[in-house]
């Protein structure tokens, strides 16, 4: 009996780490997962830095604001350039550039003289590094593992950001507490070594990029047009796109829950965020092991659902313990809904707009997260944080439910384009294997 569980368990690991087969992923997945652990040490470094420098609400939102408008503007550029140029090479300067702007930030730091102002353009230059990276990193992703894997590497990439995030605050906590903010910042300078050696390590075909005919207005264009006619695609769009706007700017204002609600430092700033990367990294392990799509459609709007009542009741804690638990239930199901949601999208769209429509993925996660920011930081400003939070838990729930009502014809239309998502053969690319 036990020798039948054993490997009852160990079929269930290798199917939860089945991408990892593919040595061009496992070398992207490892090498992220420094990369990324850097960036969050730098996120809880920089957010406690500007709120020792400030006191202010409104400049943690204006500080988010400036680091995710630029997506709002760029994403959709980033999306043209993905599918007319080598995703590689492009995630390949875009890695080096984020590297020198940790490096600044670090020496500024350091050197005892940054300002909230530079912070603010340093912010804003991430930013627009950002833009141009996040459609071609998603969508590089296929590349790596071809369809068959595709779910599951999305999962996996997902667990690679929330493993970073668990590890990440809490390193900074720490960090910034004995040493300040300026070695946060620096380490992620270094952290960006691992991938660009790792990009530097893989075996890909040396095939130029698929270069669609017309300009890059017109590839726009069809963009746009592909995703306003197709139901399925630009509701999923628009439901993640109305979470960042009201559920993700929980995380902006979270300093001031450590400080004022709790009681805490930046070492309770870093259990809380640490708390989301747990939940989020529990969700992005349970939807790695599964296999088929269908479903995902009611996983995400669960998981709205879930976001908005965690916010409320998150909203009216005031104990360390209770709200770290209900942080953790927010991260699970804000991963969730955006894993799933990623997964139902790259496999519905054929692969000469996938880079634009993961462009408009980043749009609606990252580039709508700055409105959303901009004004928890000036409704906080005046009715108080937990009360920002309560409001943005409420409508989460509204916009669960009028998903929901409309999910079955929503899954009627997306039937025919899953199918034929799945039934898809290769994409470009070289999926290197072990075998």
């Known amino acids: 009996m036990n020798t039948t569980e054993n490997k009852a368990k160990g079929s269930r690991l290798r199917e939860v780490g089945r991408a990892l087969r593919h040595r061009n992923f496992r070398i992207?997945?490892?090498?992220?997962?420094?990369?990324?652990?850097?960036?969050?040490?730098?996120?809880?470094?920089?957010?406690?830095?500007?709120?020792?420098?400030?006191?202010?609400?409104?400049?943690?939102?204006?500080?988010?604001?400036?680091?995710q408008i630029p997506v709002f503007v760029l994403a959709l550029v980033g999306g043209v350039l993905a599918d007319r140029y080598r995703r590689y090479r492009l995630i390949l300067l875009t890695q080096t550039l984020a590297m020198i702007q940790a490096l600044v930030l670090a020496g500024l730091t350091l050197s005892g003289h940054v300002t909230v102002s530079a912070i603010f353009a340093l912010a804003l230059l991430l930013g627009l590094i950002n833009a141009l990276d996040m459609p071609a990193r998603q969508s590089f992703v296929v590349e790596l593992v071809g369809r068959e894997d595709l779910m599951n590497a999305i999962a996996l990439n997902s667990s690679v950001v929330n493993s970073a995030r668990i590890v990440g605050p809490a390193l900074a906590g720490v960090f910034v507490a004995w040493l300040g903010e300026g070695l946060c910042f620096l380490l992620n300078g270094l952290s960006y070594v691992a991938i660009i050696v790792g990009l530097l390590r893989m075996r890909l075909h040396d095939s130029p990029a698929q270069r669609p005919s017309g300009s890059p207005l017109t590839h726009l264009r069809e963009g746009f047009a592909y995703v306003r006619g197709t139901r399925p695609i630009r509701a999923l769009l628009l439901l993640l796109a109305f979470v960042s706007v009201c559920g993700f700017p929980y995380m902006v204002l979270m300093p001031i829950f450590a400080d004022r609600i709790l009681g805490g430092g930046p070492r309770t700033l870093g259990i809380l965020l640490g708390a989301a990367g747990v939940g989020a990294l529990g969700g992005a392990v349970a939807l790695a092991s599964r296999r088929q799509v269908q479903g995902l459609g009611r996983i995400v709007a669960l998981s709205v659902a879930t976001t908005g009542v965690t916010l409320l009741v998150f909203s009216f804690s005031r104990t360390l313990l209770l709200s770290t638990i209900l942080v953790a239930v927010i991260g699970c199901a804000l991963m969730l809904q955006m894993a799933a949601s990623?997964?139902?999208?790259?496999?519905?769209?054929?692969?000469?707009?996938?880079?634009?429509?993961?462009?408009?993925?980043?749009?609606?996660l990252l580039g709508m997260a700055p409105f959303g920011s901009l004004g928890a930081g000036v409704v906080a400003a005046h009715i108080g944080a937990p009360d920002t939070v309560a409001v943005g838990g409420a409508l989460c729930l509204l916009a669960a439910f009028l998903f929901g009502v409309r999910l079955p014809s929503l899954q009627r239309e997306a039937a025919p384009l899953l199918l034929r998502g799945v039934m898809a053969g290769e994409p470009p690319g070289e999926a290197v294997t072990d075998d």
């Open 28 to 67: 992207y997945f490892l090498s992220m997962l420094v990369s990324f652990t850097g960036t969050w040490m730098q996120r809880v470094a920089q957010s406690w830095l500007v709120y020792r420098l400030t006191g202010s609400a409104w400049w943690l939102g204006m500080i988010g604001f400036a680091g």
């Open 342 to 364: 990623n997964t139902l999208l790259q496999t519905m769209v054929v692969d000469q707009l996938r880079g634009r429509v993961m462009s408009f993925y980043s749009l609606s």
